[in-house]
């Protein structure tokens, strides 16, 4: 008798217990959106092309949140005086400006795209930009104009149609000595312009 009640006990006891576990893992995974030293994927990037951009070196933007990247939302945390945990909770996430949880539909890419971590630079149609080619055409021909982008054809084919994020819409269309590998050369109207660019590390996405 003592014993079959104890059975019962037991097993009731084993069942909340589950229970309980199902409605804590449901509240967790609501709040997820936290990101962290360990934390993979597109939020991560993200939150990475955005440090970057902000002068927080958090390594290339390859969707790992590593040392560099817990360095760069320290250092974040720290000038814009919010808790320096190195984790991008609700505060960190809205003074960094980053949307809420991307949405998994825009993390996927379209058909026939592809999206590369590239190092860019900007550039005009000065003797500076171009030496020894000052005033030439484009490598394919096309009159120089915001939205040519120089780049190496062992990495990007010719004619590619590219989005870099911060430029807008390019077409692959320039070569240039120094563009090896990752690289871009965006065109620019202005030298300043150029300039004002600097380097940055943007996922491009390339058609
Ligand atoms: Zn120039």
Redesign the pocket.
């Known amino acids: 008798m003592t014993n079959i009640k104890t059975g019962i006990a037991t097993t009731l006891s084993i069942l909340v217990l589950v229970a309980m576990m199902f409605v804590l893992n449901g509240e967790a995974m609501a709040a997820t959106n936290n990101l962290y030293w360990g934390c993979k994927g597109p939020e991560v990037v993200q939150a990475q092309t955005v440090l970057n951009q902000k002068g927080y070196w958090a390594g290339n933007a390859d969707g790992i949140f590593g040392p560099k990247t817990y360095q760069a939302v320290v250092k974040f945390q720290r000038d814009n005086k919010l808790q320096a945990d190195g984790i991008i909770g609700p505060q960190t996430r809205k003074a960094l400006g980053l949307t809420k949880a991307a949405p998994a539909t825009a993390t996927a890419v379209s058909r026939g795209s592809r999206v590369m971590t590239m190092i860019t630079t900007g550039?005009?149609?000065?003797?500076?930009?171009?030496w020894p080619y000052g005033g030439q055409p484009s490598y394919m021909g096309l009159p120089l104009a915001p939205g040519i982008v120089a780049v190496d054809p062992n990495v990007i084919s010719m004619g590619s149609h590219l989005y870099i994020p911060g430029y807008g819409s390019g077409l692959a269309a320039d070569q240039g000595n120094a563009i090896k590998g990752n690289r871009l050369d965006l065109f620019?109207n202005?030298?300043q312009e150029?300039?004002n660019w600097g380097i940055k590390t943007v996922n491009v996405t390339i058609w």
């Open positions: 550039y005009c149609g000065c003797d500076k930009c171009n620019f202005t030298h150029a300039l």
